[in-house]
């Protein structure tokens, strides 16, 4: 009897000892398990972060392409104005496609997100690129209306020279306020090119917007202001054909 309860308590022990050798071996098993998920889900997520930031970049790059193309594109911007706005995104294109290679060969999430901040706040594509191109091909184009009707004024002042009296009250009337409007619209535009090219990009959105924001209101008044200029010069023909 005693034999057989040694037997058994050795048995036992031995059951004991074997599952105590296997337990550790299946934590190890499912830790393993674990730190591989683990591994597997951050790898994704940092191809994840890197495809998006690639497509942001990708994105703010046809942009500028097209930009170029605006430019190259544009009949009455000055030289000057071209050139400066060529070299600004030719820049832009080489430095967002030195970020899109360090984009990928990112090793965190992290540094993912700080080359996304660098796309934005360096370059600034959308919010001040674009407006630019646009905004200074607009007072280009409107110095450019202004000249044509300028002469334009010159000739009609000329031919009521010739009138007696001067022309009509209503002749000369036009013939003021088509001087005015031209005057109107030189003011609105002139010297805001300069400005719009000096703005920066950087990191607060705010002000480059209200920067922007006086330039795009001069621009739609010298275009309203030419538009009445116009206007006058068309009535005061008309007038002069009676």
């Given amino acids: 009897m005693k034999t057989l309860t040694r037997f058994g308590v050795a048995t036992a022990a031995t059951a004991v000892l074997a599952a105590g050798v296997a337990l550790p071996a299946q934590a190890q098993t499912a830790f393993g398990a674990a730190a591989t998920t683990s591994k597997t889900t951050a ?6 972060a890197k495809a ?19 430019v190259a594109n544009a009949s009455h911007l000055t030289s000057n104005d071209r050139s400066t706005l060529s070299s600004l995104i030719s820049s832009d294109i080489s430095g967002l496609t030195s970020l899109r290679g360090k984009v990928g060969s990112e090793t965190t999430v992290s540094a993912v997100r700080a080359d996304e901040t660098t796309m ?10 674009g407006p630019k191109v646009h905004l200074a091909d607009a007072f ?3 110095a450019a209306a202004e000249s044509t009707l300028q002469k334009v004024y010159d000739k009609l002042a000329a031919r009521l ?13 036009q013939l003021a306020d088509l001087q005015t ?12 090119v300069a400005t719009l090219l000096a703005i920066e990009p950087g990191a607060d959105a705010n002000a480059i917007h209200d920067a922007l924001s006086p ?13 009445k200029a116009r206007d006058d ?7 002069l054909k009676k």
């Fill in 52 to 70: 998006l930031a690639t497509s942001r970049i990708d994105g703010r790059l046809e942009t500028l392409h097209a930009l170029q193309l605006a």
């Fill in 233 to 239: 010069a068309k009535a005061l023909r008309g007038e």
């Fill in 181 to 192: 409007q031209l005057q109107n619209a030189q003011q609105a535009e002139s010297g805001k």
């Fill in 161 to 173: 020279a010739k009138q007696p009296g001067g022309g009509t009250a209503t002749e000369k009337s």
């Fill in 215 to 227: 330039l795009v209101t001069a621009a739609k008044t010298a275009r309203a202001d030419l538009r």
């Fill in 43 to 48: 790898a994704a997520g940092l191809d994840a």
């Fill in 120 to 129: 934005v706040d360096q370059y600034r594509v959308y919010l001040l690129v």
């Fill in 140 to 142: 280009d184009t409107e």
